[in-house]
Structure formats: C-alpha cells, structure tokens
C-alpha cells in the first residue's frame, strides 16, 4: 500500500527557511511533487521531479528547491525567503502517470498534508 508522510512544515518569520520532507512507502515513483493550498484558495503547483529534472510554479522559483533521496525514497522542499504569501498547507504527491508534471489532475497519491505558516 502506498503511503506518502510528509514533515518539516512549521511557523516562520518572513524571510525565513524552512525544509519539507515526504518518505514514499509501497513503491518508487518516477515523477512526484508538492503541492500547497492556502484558506479560501485552490490547491496549486509548487514544483516537481521526474527522473531528475525539476520543475517549479513562477511563484517559488529561485526560492524553493526540490530534490530526491532515491535511495530513501525520500522527497525534499527548501523554501527559503519565505513570505507570508507561502502560507499554506503543503501536500506530497506521486503519480505512476507520466502527463504534466504540475497538473495536480494527474497525480494519484497524496499525503496528509502539513501546515507552514509564515509570519509577516
């Protein structure tokens, strides 16, 4: 069964870091993601892998940074210069697909989510 749990979410002041992990369980995936999805707003790309390539939402690039432990299977997010427009709650998510890497329709697996709150 496959189960993705993510941790490193928290509160921070704005320009801050913080660094996101989700461990894959039950199968490797090929391409995975993270997603967020503020109060009142709809879930959104963040940025993605697939077989090493990364991919963002112009709204994190050059302040975020994802990478892969595929030995652990393991996914990461550094976010630095937060600001409180990153505010969200921050969702792991894998696909065994291989369409858009940032098209949250084509992801099939989701974790739980967590929760980072920026500060302003």
């Known amino acids: 069964q496959v189960q993705l749990a993510e941790s490193g979410g928290g509160l921070v002041q704005a320009g801050g870091s913080l660094r996101l992990s989700c461990a894959a369980s039950?199968?490797?995936?090929?391409?995975m993601g993270w997603f967020r999805q503020a109060p009142g707003k709809e879930r959104e790309s963040v940025a993605a892998i697939r077989f090493g390539g990364t991919y963002y939402a112009s709204s994190v690039k050059g302040r975020f940074t994802i990478s892969r432990a595929y030995a652990k299977n393991t996914m990461y997010l550094q976010m630095d210069s937060l600001t409180p427009e990153d505010t969200a709650i921050y969702y792991c998510?894998?696909?065994?697909?291989?369409?858009?890497?940032?098209?949250?329709?084509?992801?099939?697996?989701w974790g739980q989510g967590t929760q980072v709150t920026v500060s302003s």
């Open positions: 998510a894998a696909t065994t697909r291989y369409g858009a890497v940032l098209d949250r329709t084509g992801y099939d697996y």
């Open positions: 039950g199968r490797p995936f090929d391409t």
